[in-house]
């Protein structure tokens, strides 16, 4: 099951309210940020300020992809772009339908893509009362290490509670990944983008020097790539887009070196998540040899594709 992350908003209110449980569970998944009962009025403080550029809170609802069910709640929050840092907080699987499914890691996840691939941070943190040990079973199996205990930090009627403090690093979080990837939106370089053409010999088809393949990189709504630890492009994808309805994912394209690891669809998902974002209607068109694996990844045929005869066959190189 996978999840994506869409913006948290007002029409969100009621749902997380019903879900934040008794005063002992809202604090245990917020924290002292809330006070029971949670209301629309502390909501609205709490997203008053986010969610927009320069913001230092992001707030998320997690919805599961194949039935649009919003499934839970994270936030990122303190980001502070100077030190490199960030903290996750108000994680919480609302659905107990969901619960157990290992939902909770993939949320995670989906906020360390933001905070260390888009946000170029350093240093994720995190706090978690111990007594929760299956919140932290998902972070240890994320890949965070335990900085320490905060004795006695919070107390909830006659008890004190302890605060287990754990963060992942960048280079932690590049491990947990298999092979230290790194994935930017941002543009490769013209020679980069001309040599991995090259390798899976889509020159041969394209006959374009790199300073032309590099403007139609810069002229896309979005481009997507992957570099190996030696800062190697890898990987690549692009959306073409007006930006308000529709968008084409096209150019997707991974090394030989690296084909059949996961890269291809790691970059398909980050396009399909951007696009969704935007709430753009999203095409693709590809080779009939590739129409079971586009398949695999949530898409179906609905239309047959054309080109100009004139132009010379595109080479299955680049295939996934």
């Given at each position: 099951m996978e999840?994506?992350?869409q913006?948290?908003k007002?029409a969100d209110?009621e749902?997380l309210?019903q879900w934040a449980g008794s005063?002992?569970?809202l604090?245990?998944?917020?924290?002292p940020?809330?006070?029971?009962p949670?209301d629309?009025?502390?909501?609205?403080?709490?997203i008053e300020?986010?969610?927009?550029?320069?913001?230092?809170?992001?707030?998320?609802?997690?919805v599961h992809?194949e039935?649009?069910?919003?499934?839970g709640?994270i936030?990122?929050g303190a980001i502070?772009?100077?030190?490199g840092?960030?903290?996750i907080g108000?994680v919480?699987?609302g659905?107990?339908?969901f619960r157990?499914?290992?939902?909770?890691?993939?949320?995670?996840?989906?906020v360390?893509k933001?905070?260390?691939?888009e946000?170029?941070l350093h240093?994720v943190?995190?706090?978690?009362?111990?007594?929760n040990?299956?919140?932290?079973?998902?972070y240890r199996?994320?890949?965070?290490?335990?900085?320490?205990?905060?004795?006695?930090i919070?107390k909830?009627?006659?008890?004190?509670?302890n605060?287990?403090?754990?963060s992942?690093?960048?280079e932690?979080?590049?491990?947990?990944l298999?092979?230290?990837?790194?994935?930017?939106r941002?543009v490769?370089?013209?020679q980069?983008?001309?040599?991995?053409y090259d390798?899976v010999r889509w020159?041969n088809?394209l006959?374009?020097?790199?300073?032309k393949?590099h403007?139609?990189?810069?002229q896309s709504w979005?481009?997507m790539s992957?570099?190996d630890?030696r800062?190697?492009?890898?990987?690549?994808?692009r959306?073409?887009?007006d930006?308000?309805?529709q968008?084409?994912?096209?150019?997707l394209v991974?090394?030989?070196?690296h084909?059949?690891?996961g890269?291809g669809k790691?970059?398909?998902?980050?396009?399909?998540?951007?696009?969704?974002?935007?709430?753009?209607?999203i095409?693709?068109l590809?080779t009939?040899a590739?129409v079971p694996y586009?398949?695999?990844?949530?898409?179906?045929t609905?239309?047959t594709?054309?080109?100009?005869?004139?132009?010379?066959k595109?080479?299955q190189a680049?295939?996934m």
């Amino acid at each position: 099951m996978e999840v994506e992350l869409q913006y948290f908003k007002s029409a969100d209110f009621e749902q997380l309210i019903q879900w934040a449980g008794s005063s002992r569970f809202l604090l245990q998944w917020a924290g002292p940020s809330f006070q029971y009962p949670l209301d629309v009025e502390q909501l609205e403080r709490y997203i008053e300020g986010a969610n927009v550029q320069g913001s230092d809170r992001l707030i998320y609802k997690a919805v599961h992809r194949e039935t649009g069910t919003v499934v839970g709640h994270i936030s990122l929050g303190a980001i502070d772009v100077q030190n490199g840092s960030a903290r996750i907080g108000r994680v919480l699987i609302g659905d107990p339908n969901f619960r157990g499914q290992k939902l909770g890691e993939k949320m995670v996840k989906e906020v360390l893509k933001i905070a260390i691939d888009e946000l170029k941070l350093h240093r994720v943190s995190l706090g978690v009362f111990d007594f929760n040990t299956t919140a932290l079973a998902c972070y240890r199996n994320v890949g965070f290490k335990q900085d320490g205990v905060l004795r006695d930090i919070r107390k909830f009627e006659n008890e004190y509670w302890n605060l287990v403090e754990m963060s992942i690093l960048e280079e932690e979080w590049r491990g947990q990944l298999g092979m230290d990837i790194r994935y930017t939106r941002d543009v490769p370089s013209p020679q980069d983008l001309f040599e991995l053409y090259d390798a899976v010999r889509w020159n041969n088809y394209l006959k374009s020097p790199p300073e032309k393949l590099h403007q139609a990189m810069v002229q896309s709504w979005c481009v997507m790539s992957a570099y190996d630890s030696r800062n190697k492009l890898i990987g690549t994808g692009r959306v073409i887009s007006d930006g308000t309805i529709q968008a084409l994912i096209c150019g997707l394209v991974v090394h030989p070196e690296h084909q059949g690891r996961g890269i291809g669809k790691e970059l398909f998902n980050r396009l399909v998540e951007k696009c969704r974002k935007d709430s753009l209607h999203i095409q693709l068109l590809c080779t009939e040899a590739l129409v079971p694996y586009y398949k695999r990844l949530g898409f179906e045929t609905f239309a047959t594709g054309m080109k100009d005869k004139v132009m010379p066959k595109i080479d299955q190189a680049g295939a996934m």
